[in-house]
Structures are given as structure tokens and as C-alpha cells.
């Protein structure tokens, strides 16, 4: 079975993510979305938060299962016999960074890093960015799945109400 994992905080899921997730589900037999939780990073929304916002974005592919991981992320493909990471690219600057994460990873376990360039509508899409235009009021709609939006502004203002924004 040829097995892939997709990384990251989706703090929170971006329609970038989904993107990237359903194109890996078309190049894999089974892809895990896996939600990084670092404790030491204050998020918006909690690990569990996200992975439930993964799970009904991606709950069209039957292929694809979200799952939560700490630690290093090749250790967490060791013990799933997971051989390869998608990772989405934005921007050249995306590249330089990741390809220096992928030598690491590759140099530490036996897993090969897959590109997937972002396509051009998503382009310039980043959770902090959604994050941001949310917080001023902008419109944050085809950037989000509308679900993920109703959450975001509801926490928005939440944190709003406690001083916290």
C-alpha cells in the first residue's frame, strides 16, 4: 500500500490544504492528514478542534483518515510505515525551506518528500493570513470551507469578549 502523510498545524484548515490533501488522495492509496500538536504554540483552535475541522472537510475522500502526532514527524512515519510526505509549495520561498526539512527527514528515516505545487488560485493562502483578515472583519469566504468560517469568526469573537484579540 503506498502510503502518505500530510503535515501540518491547519490552525485553521485552509481550501489551500483540502487542495493539496485531495490531490495527494488521487496519488496514494491511503493518506494521513497528520495535525501537529506543540503544546509550546498558543493556536487558535485546539488539536482536537482542528482534526475535527480536517475530518469534515475531507470527508469526500475515502482514502484520507486525520490524525494527531508530537514529536518528530519521521518518528511518526516509522511506526505507521508511512514512505513519503506531501507537502504543498506556495512560492520558491516555500521551497527553500522545505527542501531543507525534507534532506532532514530523509537523512533521519527512510520517507521521501513529495512537492505539490499549490494551485494558482490558493497561491498566496496561509492560515495566519486567514487568521488576520478574520480578525479585521475582512471576508474570508472561498478561503475557508464555510463551516471553518462560522467557526472562526465564533472564535474570533470569543477571544474578542476575553481581551485576548
Known amino acids: 500500500m503506498r502510503r502518505a502523510v500530510c503535515p501540518g498545524s491547519f490552525d485553521p484548515v485552509t481550501n489551500g490544504h483540502i487542495d493539496v490533501i485531495g490531490r495527494a488522495a488521487e496519488l496514494f492509496d491511503e493518506v494521513i492528514v497528520a495535525v501537529g500538536v506543540n503544546k509550546s504554540k498558543n493556536r487558535l483552535f485546539s488539536p482536537e478542534e482542528r482534526m475535527d475541522m480536517l475530518a469534515e472537510a475531507c470527508r469526500g475522500m475515502s482514502n484520507v483518515r486525520v490524525d ?30 522545505e527542501l531543507q526539512m525534507a534532506q532532514m527527514n ?60
Do not use: H, N, W
Open 68 to 97: 494527531g502526532f508530537t514529536g518528530l514527524l519521521t518518528s511518526y512515519c516509522q511506526e505507521r510505515d508511512v514512505r513519503a510526505i506531501v507537502k504543498g509549495l506556495r512560492a520558491v520561498s516555500d521551497f527553500e525551506y
Open 106 to 165: 530523509s537523512s533521519l528515516a527512510e520517507v521521501e518528500t513529495v512537492f505539490v505545487p499549490t494551485s494558482p488560485e490558493y497561491s498566496f493562502l496561509a492560515s495566519s493570513l486567514v487568521k488576520e483578515v478574520a480578525m479585521f472583519g475582512g471576508d474570508v469566504s472561498g478561503l475557508v470551507p464555510d463551516f471553518v468560517r462560522e467557526r472562526l469568526v465564533v472564535r474570533l469573537a470569543e477571544r474578542r469578549r476575553a481581551g485576548e484579540g
